[in-house]
């Protein structure tokens, strides 16, 4: 029998479904307070979600059309990859930076950048526990998971990261 790990009461405690990048997820909140955005969508002002990785999981290249803010609370540090319009990788670590240096709590991926996130090798921690907000509010519909080899052809300095954190290949 497999033991009860603190990431598996976390995902029970805490109601996480597995996500379609990877990782675990419940949204927490939705905004009853609707926006028109530039293109005419009628969505959500903002939404929240806890978001949980563990062991080897990650999250896969994706993009949404909105900005989304990340927020570390608990387990080992995470580090989230994004791709800038110019073909430069930011990679931001979140963490407490009290125990993990250089790391922050909260990091924001603009808006239609293509991004991943994995965990930082912990002794220590089994999981990353954070929270992730998005305005205007997220939705499935505006969700794209990458094709691996489009998107390492598109920036092909960092393939092997690409490769490494991706789900589809074409």
Same mark, same amino acid.
């Given at each position: 029998m497999?033991?009860?790990?603190? @990431?598996?009461?976390?995902?029970? !405690?805490?109601?996480?479904?597995?996500?379609? *990048?990877?990782?675990?997820? #419940?949204?927490?909140? #939705?905004?009853? *307070?609707?926006?028109?955005?530039?293109?005419?969508r %009628?969505?959500?002002?903002?939404?929240?979600i806890?978001?949980?990785?563990?062991?080897?999981?990650?999250? !896969?290249w994706?993009?949404? #059309?909105?900005d *989304?803010?990340?927020?570390?609370h @608990?387990?080992?540090?995470?580090? $989230?990859?994004?791709?800038?319009?110019?073909? %430069?990788?930011?990679?931001?670590?979140?963490?407490?930076?009290? &125990?993990?240096?250089?790391?922050?709590? %909260? !990091?924001? $991926?603009?808006?239609?950048?293509?991004?991943? !996130?994995?965990?930082?090798?912990?002794?220590?921690?089994?999981?990353?526990?954070?929270?992730?907000?998005?305005?205007?509010?997220? &939705?499935f519909? &505006?969700?794209?998971?990458?094709?691996? +080899?489009?998107? @390492? @052809? +598109?920036?092909?300095?960092?393939?092997?990261?690409?490769?490494?954190?991706?789900? #589809?290949?074409?």
């Open positions: 497999q033991a009860d790990t603190t @990431a598996d009461r976390l995902i029970h !405690a805490l109601g996480l479904q597995p996500h379609p *990048e990877g990782g675990y997820f #419940r949204e927490t909140y #939705r905004s009853t *307070e609707a926006i028109r955005c530039s293109d005419d %009628q969505r959500a002002a903002s939404t929240a806890y978001y949980l990785l563990r062991g080897n999981d990650f999250s !896969a994706h993009r949404i #059309r909105s *989304e803010l990340w927020h570390f @608990a387990g080992a540090p995470l580090d $989230v990859h994004v791709l800038t319009g110019n073909g %430069q990788l930011v990679t931001h670590r979140l963490g407490n930076p009290l &125990e993990h240096p250089g790391a922050v709590f %909260q !990091a924001m $991926v603009p808006a239609n950048h293509w991004f991943a !996130a994995e965990r930082v090798a912990s002794a220590r921690d089994d999981f990353s526990l954070l929270g992730c907000t998005v305005a205007p509010g997220f &939705e519909s &505006e969700f794209e998971l990458a094709d691996a +080899s489009r998107l @390492a @052809a +598109s920036f092909p300095d960092h393939a092997e990261l690409v490769h490494r954190l991706s789900r #589809r290949n074409a």
